[in-house]
């Protein structure tokens, strides 16, 4: 599976922005997909998941209430609406997917079996 993000760019405080993860080569309908972001100097972090079911989503503490994660099986592609978008929400944005049907096991780098390239989402003040 080869997974392609894009949708990063520059925006101001208080915008949104939508990323997209398409994948190729295989059909991830039976995959978890994840986001998850790296600023500069800093971890790479979970920003959330969606659990192979579609119905069961699940968000970092930081994100919640402002990004929403979605799938649609039929382009197979994952997407993540942010909303309400801050200078700290800055970061280098990463999809995955993972065969995982534990659904705590999400937030987990390590659940993940394939990972995008990333893109870059900078929020300015």
């Known amino acids: 599976v080869q997974l392609q993000a894009s949708g990063g760019g520059l925006v101001q405080a208080g915008d949104s922005r939508r990323l997209s993860c398409v994948a190729s080569?295989?059909?991830?309908?039976?995959?978890?997909a994840g986001w998850f972001r790296q600023a500069p100097g800093k971890e790479r972090e979970f920003v959330g998941a969606?659990?192979?079911?579609?119905?069961?989503?699940i968000y970092a503490a930081a994100v919640k209430g402002r990004f929403t994660i979605s799938r649609d099986n039929a382009k197979n592609t994952v997407y993540l609406q942010m909303d309400s978008l801050r200078p700290e929400d800055t970061a280098v944005y990463y999809c995955?997917?993972?065969?995982?049907?534990?659904?705590?096991?999400?937030?987990?780098?390590?659940?993940?079996?394939?990972w995008g390239q990333g893109t870059l989402v900078t929020v300015s003040s």
């Open positions: 995955a997917a993972s065969s995982t049907v534990i659904y705590s096991q999400l937030s987990i780098p390590s659940s993940y079996n394939y």
């Open positions: 969606v659990h192979r079911n579609g119905g069961s989503t």
């Open positions: 080569g295989r059909s991830i309908r039976a995959h978890g």
